[in-house]
């Protein structure tokens, strides 16, 4: 069946942009919950207090894209809304959870574990169930959900600051389970639509089976050489990735003190994010084929060169250009991940392509920022840690430069191989005819014969 094009699917798309901004806000902003949670139980005789205050926010970051793979075949099972539902009720008690502990280590499995596992869970279903009511306008409605966690990423700070002033850090965790509380019945809206009458004859005698085990787990992508390299290639560029979410808040804190609001620099990092989705992905429908990889190839060399810029800057002005630049390059790598995951393994295996990409992206995502905060606590300064952080980017950016290489000889070999097996079969049909012919002369000569 067709998708609507609209009907209670600008809705669902409502309902798909509150996600996004819900739990993509939240996780982004961590830089302010990072202050907070130092000076709340930061003590003068722990040397390690950001190594260990780092792991909740990286760990939250790191199971969210870690739950993927799962998740994308849990979706396929059951379905966008049960899925969708129960995770945001998951993330529900894991934030409240949150809220409740007196030490550090607690929140690396209530903030860190089940509120992550959970905006996971509810997270994926609402790109998934997008494709159900949107064909013609799906890159429209795209651009417009995935605005969400740019446009909660500017709000969210600013908030998280005046709450935590005013009602401590606690307080402003049991404030944020309102948005997931939202979340979870925003969920409800994702009808399923019942395309054929196979799907309709199973809902009615309300059997279910599992599909084989191929289906379920589909590793026939990793056969694609330009897709290993591309998945292996971008987690290498994201050790960095996420330092400066953690830990951009405190380095300003550090070198400029009291005197400047840090929560400007995610503002300035949340407005050229969205502006750079906006702006690449529609320079990215002009570029043929596997070429798409070149930009990731240069929003990865900004995103490195501009970390490498944070130590230089000794004037917080510097910082914001900094920010702005990061955040537009920031945009461009995630606005053309799913175009390439198309052109590379096509259509019909995407799915698990893009899950598979963010489970390995969860590693370097959760790594970096307690590496970044080990390194503080023994230098007592994050500049050697934002030199560090730029350096993967760089790399994993060469990385991927093969790619468009790779591809397009793959391409020849399989043109090679249908042309191939063109002939082959044009010359056995040939053959077949003429000992056809050869049968049918001697059969009628035999019969003339007689």
Request: charged share 15%.
């Given at each position: 069946a067709e998708p609507p094009e609209g009907g209670w699917g600008w809705v669902v798309m409502?309902?798909?942009?509150?996600?996004?901004?819900?739990?993509?806000?939240?996780?982004?902003?961590?830089?302010?919950?990072?202050?907070?949670?130092?000076?709340?139980?930061?003590?003068?005789?722990?040397?390690?207090?950001?190594?260990?205050?780092?792991?909740?926010?990286?760990l939250s970051m790191g199971m969210v894209f870690f739950c993927s793979p799962i998740v994308s075949i849990f979706t396929d099972l059951f379905g966008c809304r049960k899925v969708a539902v129960i995770g945001a009720a998951v993330g529900f008690v894991g934030l409240l959870s949150s809220s409740f502990v007196s030490t550090?280590?607690?929140?690396?499995?209530?903030?860190?574990?089940?509120?992550?596992?959970?905006?996971?869970?509810?997270?994926?279903?609402?790109?998934?169930?997008?494709?159900?009511?949107?064909?013609?306008?799906?890159?429209?409605?795209?651009?417009?959900?995935?605005?969400?966690?740019?446009?909660?990423?500017?709000?969210?700070?600013?908030?998280?600051?005046?709450?935590?002033?005013?009602?401590d850090l606690f307080n402003t965790l049991r404030v944020l389970c309102v948005l997931m509380f939202i979340l979870f019945l925003a969920g409800f809206t994702y009808k399923p639509l019942i395309s054929n009458a196979k799907d309709k004859e199973v809902a009615k005698k309300g059997k279910f089976r599992f599909p084989p085990e191929?289906?379920?787990?589909?590793?026939?992508?990793?056969?694609?050489?330009?897709?290993?390299?591309?998945?292996?290639?971008?987690?290498?560029?994201?050790?960095?990735?996420?330092?400066p979410y953690v830990h951009l808040m405190k380095h300003v804190k550090d070198r400029f003190g009291d005197n400047v609001r840090e929560e400007v620099l995610l503002l300035c990092l949340g407005i050229t994010s969205g502006i750079g989705r906006l702006i690449f992905g529609r320079v990215a429908d002009y570029i043929p084929g596997a070429k798409k990889v070149y930009l990731q190839v240069a929003s990865f060399f900004f995103i490195g060169l501009m970390s490498m810029m944070i130590p230089l800057c000794h004037v917080f002005g510097g910082l914001i250009a900094v920010c702005l630049f990061m955040g537009l390059f920031d945009g461009c790598f995630i606005c053309i991940m799913a175009p390439i995951a198309?052109?590379?393994?096509?259509?019909?295996?995407?799915?698990?392509?893009?899950?598979?990409?963010?489970?390995?992206?969860?590693?370097?995502?959760?790594?970096?920022?307690?590496?970044?905060?080990?390194?503080?606590?023994h230098l007592g300064t994050y500049d050697v840690a934002f030199y560090l952080a730029g350096v993967p980017p760089l790399?994993?950016?060469?990385?991927?430069?093969?790619?468009?290489?790779?591809?397009?000889?793959?391409?020849?070999?399989?043109?090679?191989?249908?042309?191939?097996?063109?002939?082959?079969?044009?010359?056995?049909?040939?053959?077949?005819?003429?000992?056809s012919d050869a049968a049918e002369k001697t059969v009628k000569e035999m019969e003339s014969g007689f």
């Open positions: 409502l309902a798909a942009m509150w996600c996004n901004g819900a739990v993509f806000g939240i996780q982004n902003s961590c830089g302010v919950l990072f202050v907070s949670m130092l000076q709340h139980f930061g003590g003068s005789q722990d040397r390690q207090m950001a190594f260990k205050t780092a792991w909740v926010s990286s550090i280590e607690p929140l690396y499995f209530t903030y860190g574990v089940v509120f992550a596992c959970g905006c996971s869970f509810a997270y994926q279903p609402s790109l998934v169930i997008l494709g159900h009511y949107f064909k013609k306008r799906l890159g429209l409605v795209n651009g417009i959900v995935t605005a969400g966690s740019s446009l909660f990423t500017v709000t969210l700070p600013f908030l998280l600051r005046v709450l935590i002033d005013s009602v191929k289906k379920i787990f589909n590793f026939s992508v990793f056969k694609v050489m330009s897709y290993r390299i591309w998945a292996f290639g971008i987690p290498a560029a994201l050790f960095g990735y996420f330092v198309f052109e590379l393994v096509g259509a019909q295996d995407v799915s698990q392509a893009i899950g598979f990409l963010l489970g390995l992206m969860s590693i370097p995502m959760t790594v970096g920022p307690p590496i970044a905060g080990l390194l503080r606590d790399i994993g950016g060469a990385i991927l430069c093969i790619i468009p290489w790779v591809h397009e000889r793959q391409k020849l070999k399989q043109r090679a191989k249908t042309v191939d097996g063109e002939t082959t079969e044009k010359m056995l049909e040939n053959e077949s005819t003429l000992v």
